[in-house]
């Protein structure tokens, strides 16, 4: 039984809006919460995470938030540019254990 | 700047087979794991190795043995290969444990036929 779940397969958004990714988890002793970023033919890499302790972290365009008492997190992405069209994996941690979503494709349209 | 290099890139292995994928990173990280990805799946953890001489299983271990030869290498074998495990095979390594950055390699992209 999947853990962590991003419902959404697929997101296209207009240059220049903003992105919203979404992700709901199950297990309550996920301690941190990691997003990764996929292009075609690479590994992920690493995007932006937060602790289990804060509700929200920024970096430059990209700000995750966390809402414990709803298991859920999201990804923002402001302001939206043609090089993030790719796959967004969602992750969680607990002992060792990094648990990911089935990811959410996002297309930057022109 | 090397990073994980995982080797092979991909490969074709009849039902029965066995083959090793090799991973190695060079930035002197202590826990190093191994991910298969499948369509609509995510990627899903089968074995990791938290330091150095340690290993345990994960969510999918089920056919695959790992070996931890030394701090830079982690390996990933497939004692008889079933077309189940058709598959793109992720290796990742972080300084300590899941709360840091994880980096990946390039991935394996297996097929059993």
């Known amino acids: 039984d999947q853990q962590v779940k991003q419902n959404s397969p697929s997101l296209s958004v207009q240059e220049g809006r903003i992105s919203i990714l979404n992700c709901d988890y199950t297990?309550?002793?996920?301690?941190?919460f990691l997003w990764y970023k996929k292009y075609p033919a690479e590994g992920p890499t690493f995007l932006i995470s937060?602790?289990?302790?804060?509700d929200k972290n920024e970096d430059g365009r990209f700000t995750v938030f966390l809402n414990k008492s709803a298991k859920h997190l999201s990804l923002h992405i402001v302001p939206s540019q043609p090089g993030d069209s790719a796959v967004y994996f969602c992750?969680?941690?607990?002992?060792?254990?990094?648990?990911f979503g089935a990811g959410t494709t996002v297309t930057v349209r022109a | 700047n090397a990073g994980v290099t995982q080797t092979p890139k991909f490969q074709v292995l009849k039902t029965g087979q066995s083959m090793t994928l090799q991973c190695a990173q060079d930035?002197?990280?202590?826990?190093m794991y191994w991910y298969r990805q499948d369509p609509g799946m995510g990627l899903r953890l089968i074995y990791y190795?938290?330091?150095?001489?340690?290993?345990d299983k994960g969510e999918v271990p089920n056919g695959y043995n790992v070996s931890r030869l030394n701090k830079r290498e982690f390996s990933l074998r497939l004692e008889s290969a079933a077309p189940s495990q058709t598959s793109v095979y992720f290796c990742?390594?972080?300084?300590?444990?899941?709360?840091?950055?994880?980096?990946f390699g390039q991935g394996t992209r297996l097929t059993v036929v």
């Open positions: 930035m002197n990280h202590n826990s």
């Open positions: 990742a390594s972080s300084a300590v444990g899941t709360n840091t950055e994880a980096f």
């Open positions: 190795s938290a330091s150095e001489g340690t290993t």
């Open positions: 297990n309550s002793m996920f301690d941190y």
């Open positions: 992750a969680a941690s607990y002992d060792y254990k990094l648990s």
């Open positions: 937060i602790s289990s302790i804060k």
